[in-house]
């Protein structure tokens, strides 16, 4: 277990991943989410991306590790929002980073996070986080 951890406004964590086809196939398996974008080079050929992107909620999904880790055990996500602003590639890495921007007295954590590209440093994903402590 990751132990309890004490939160400030300010406190920043970050990662990075590589977007790799064999997760896409895991997420889309564990989905169920078959759209042909994410696993049809032709088809996908065809579309505005022009090639095979991953599915947005991959990426997100791994905010949740993140929190775990900036927070400690014991954290529930109540509402998580965000807007895609440009798809993530196959093979892209991923940098991940979650900030802490409030602390409230009812024991809910307020966050902001961002996805980037790390080669381009393009802005990908950006959404906010508020959960709760549970014990």
Same mark, same amino acid.
Do not use: W
């Given at each position: 277990?990751?132990?309890?951890?004490?939160?400030?406004?300010?406190?920043?964590?970050?990662?990075?991943?590589?977007?790799? @086809?064999?997760?896409?196939?895991?997420?889309?398996?564990? @989905?169920?989410?078959?759209? =042909?974008?994410?696993?049809?080079?032709? %088809?996908?050929?065809?579309?505005? %991306?022009?090639?095979?992107?991953?599915?947005?909620?991959?990426?997100? @999904?791994?905010?949740?590790?993140?929190?775990?880790?900036?927070?400690?055990?014991?954290?529930?996500?109540? @509402?998580?929002?965000?807007?895609?602003?440009? =798809?993530?590639?196959?093979?892209?890495?991923?940098?991940?980073?979650?900030?802490?921007?409030?602390?409230?007295?009812?024991?809910?954590?307020?966050?902001? %996070?961002?996805?980037?590209?790390?080669?381009?440093?393009?802005?990908?994903?950006?959404?906010?986080?508020?959960?709760?402590?549970?014990?």
């Amino acid at each position: 277990m990751n132990s309890q951890k004490k939160a400030k406004a300010g406190d920043i964590i970050s990662d990075e991943r590589r977007i790799s @086809s064999d997760l896409i196939k895991s997420f889309g398996d564990i @989905s169920d989410d078959k759209n =042909p974008i994410h696993f049809d080079n032709e %088809f996908a050929g065809k579309t505005l %991306f022009k090639k095979r992107i991953a599915h947005g909620l991959l990426s997100v @999904s791994y905010i949740s590790a993140l929190l775990t880790k900036l927070l400690g055990d014991g954290n529930v996500i109540l @509402s998580l929002g965000f807007d895609i602003k440009a =798809p993530v590639y196959v093979d892209d890495i991923i940098v991940l980073k979650l900030e802490v921007t409030k602390i409230n007295r009812n024991k809910t954590i307020e966050l902001e %996070f961002r996805i980037n590209n790390k080669l381009s440093e393009l802005l990908l994903i950006k959404g906010t986080i508020r959960c709760i402590k549970v014990y």
